[in-house]
């Protein structure tokens, strides 16, 4: 009994004098990225002199050269481009009016075309608006009601759901499922309620894409504020929209994931992944949306190497292409992880926004998860509490379906649904001490990991 008794207190002791080194340890992260970080002037350098980055675009190519160079000052030991082909979409010219009954005019109102869809080849194209406000009501309607006609989706963000991306997830179905369901019952076009929890009128685009069973039709979106005003009318009867617009695919092009890594001392074979995706859509900046998350993953490389942590796994920063519209990058990782038969013990993703971070996602095996639950309270100081949620990202949803078990950062997601797809996800929407806390927190789970083993 007493051996027994001395053996659980010596483990006691030795898990106490653990906890006690890893907090030292996260501090001297925190300090100093919290310091010396770079990531914020690595952002500012990514959306103001490069700017918003479709994949396929000159943009998204200079934006690989950026993430290589990057990474390189990081301090990365090898840093290599990964060919992927991606879809290149271009907006080109677009135009949204709407006539109210008993006007003689039609009068331009804000509005984006969603990601990936068809435009009217430059030619006008008007149509009776008919208005539901979600699938049940379109459901109902008789196809005399829509065949010909521009439908309007009025379906609101819902400002009940306090997480937002649940909200996201609630409603963001309809940017890509209405243009489908609508074209397959003969519509002539689509009109949707931006997926936004702003109240202002600025217009989300998004991705979207048509079922190989129907013909292709223009789809947009505008802000809340139009899209409240174009209810109204739409309630009195009469609304007519003109469509213009030159949207179009243009094919497949060659670009790259952008990769660097710190190779492990113990066992470089087994990696710790952290990433972002560097692609974004093509208005803004792609503040939020993904450089935060980019500029992040680098900055653990770079954090780790400015302190001499040496890893004892390989730790390993993604940056993506077209996370957007098409995620033809995380296919391309995982496709080469599973041919390289690569160990990936972990894959993190930051692609949440730059706000304060609140929690971690943790979409694994339950003994995966207890091993990183049991490190929560090193996180507390910093603001970061939430690990009840199962969350990693969509570039890594590929790794997990091969079985690696996947993370996601967690800031606030309060304003996220507000700046998301829209021209105000600039960098002056970024809170450096927000950014660099967000760098903090992926930094001490990579070291954590990297030091115990998951």
Sequence with gaps: MKVKLLT???????????????????????????????????????????????????QAAEAVKWGQKALEQAGADKVWLQPVDVPHWVRGQEKLSLRFKGDKDFKEVPMLSIGNTVGTEGKPMQAAVVMVNDIAEFNKLDIADIKGNIIFFNYRFRQDIINTFEGYGDAGKYRWLAPNVAAAKGAAGVIIRSVSTGEDDHPHTGSMRYADTVKP???????????????????????????????KMLGMVRSYNVIGEITGTEHPEKIVVVSGHLDSWDVGEGAHDDGAGCVQSIEVVRTLKALGIRPKYTIRTVLFMNEENGVKGGHAYADSAKARKENHILAIESDAGGFSPRGIGLDMKPEKKEKILAYRKLFYPYGVYDFDHEEGGVDISLLQRQGVPVAGLLPDPQRYFDLHHTRNDVFEQVNHRELKLGAVTLAGLVYLVSTHGL
Excluded at 15 to 38: C, P, W, Y
Excluded at 224 to 244: P, S
């Design 217 to 247: 039709i223009p789809a947009v979106a505008v802000g809340n504020m139009t899209a409240n005003l174009l209810e109204k009318e739409c309630r009195k009867g009469g609304v007519t929209a003109e469509i213009n617009s030159t949207c």
């Design 8 to 58: 659980a207190a010596l483990c006691c002791a030795f898990l106490h004098t653990q906890a006690q080194s890893d907090s030292v340890m996260f501090k001297r992260i925190a300090d100093e990225i919290m310091l010396n970080g770079t990531c914020y002037e690595n952002l500012r350098v990514l959306c103001k002199t490069i700017g918003h980055r479709l994949s396929g675009t000159p």
